[in-house]
Structure formats: structure tokens, C-alpha cells
């Protein structure tokens, strides 16, 4: 059951960094736009403001994403490195 879980982790990370990437591009697509606005309810966009998402964003996918499947190569090395040592064991 514990492999079910993990699984379904694995293939979750994946449908989060790809939804993730698709949010950055269409919030760049906005701020390009004119679709968004500031804090004093003026128009914000242009170019600039979307290459900064676009960066930004990307960056932050990057780590996030990351970050996730980090924590799932641990998980695997450590399950690896158990079963390797139980072979080893009876030796």
C-alpha cells in the first residue's frame, strides 16, 4: 500500500509542475495584456512585467518542483540502500 502512495505522489508532483508552468505563462500572457492591475487599481503591464513572471515564475517552479523531487529521490535511495543491506545481511 505504502508503494500505492508513493506512486501516486510521484505522478501528483508531475501534474503540479506542469499546472504550476501553465500558470506562469498565462499570468505573463495578462501581465502582458494590461489584464492585470496594482494595489491602487491602475493598469499594470507590458513587456517587462511579463518577462519578470516569466523569469520569476520559472524560478520558482524550478524550486518548488525541485524541492518535491528531491524529498522522492531520498525516499528511493534509503529504500535502495535497505534492500541492498538486507541482501548483504545473510553473507
Not at 22 to 50: K, N, S
Amino acid at each position: 500500500m505504502r508503494d500505492f502512495f508513493i506512486s501516486a505522489f510521484e505522478k501528483l508532483v508531475g501534474v503540479i509542475v506542469v499546472v504550476l508552468l501553465l500558470l506562469v505563462v498565462l499570468a505573463a500572457v495578462a501581465a502582458m495584456t494590461g489584464g492585470m492591475t496594482g494595489p491602487d487599481g491602475q493598469q499594470v503591464g507590458g513587456i517587462g512585467a511579463a518577462l519578470a513572471i516569466l523569469i520569476l515564475g520559472f524560478v520558482y517552479v524550478i524550486f518548488i518542483g525541485g524541492a518535491m523531487y528531491l524529498g522522492l529521490g531520498i525516499y528511493q535511495n534509503t529504500r535502495r540502500t535497505a534492500e541492498l543491506l538486507e541482501r548483504m545481511a545473510p553473507r
